[in-house]
């Protein structure tokens, strides 16, 4: 699966536990509000869904969403994974 068009998004409030949010960037944009899964073993999980947001045009489309959200959530627990090193990354190689 391709996760360059999933982003995620960590929000600190004082008092609150963080939330996380996904956000596909690309057609159909949607974004997704998670909390870390405390009952799987690395704590994160696929994260528990809070909040979906999807436009209008995609009612009755479930098929196409299904997909996308369980691609999120997939993106949504690699993200906490240890990064790649820089030189892999590396756009332009010098």
């Known amino acids: 699966m391709n996760f360059s068009h999933f982003l995620r998004i960590e929000r600190d409030a004082e008092g609150r536990p963080s939330t996380h949010h996904v956000v596909h960037t690309h057609d ?5 509000e998670l909390l870390p899964d405390g009952e799987a073993p690395n704590k994160i999980g696929q994260g528990v869904i809070k909040r979906i947001r ?3 045009s ?4 479930y098929g196409q969403y299904a ?5 999120a959530q997939e993106f949504f627990n690699r993200s906490f994974a240890e990064p790649a090193a820089k030189s892999e990354t590396r ?3 010098a």
Request: proline share 10%; charged share 25%.
């Open 91 to 93: 756009r332009f190689k």
């Open 67 to 71: 997909k996308l959200i369980t691609a």
């Open 54 to 56: 999807v436009p209008n």
């Open 58 to 61: 995609w009612a009755g489309d």
């Open 28 to 32: 159909p944009k949607f974004s997704l």
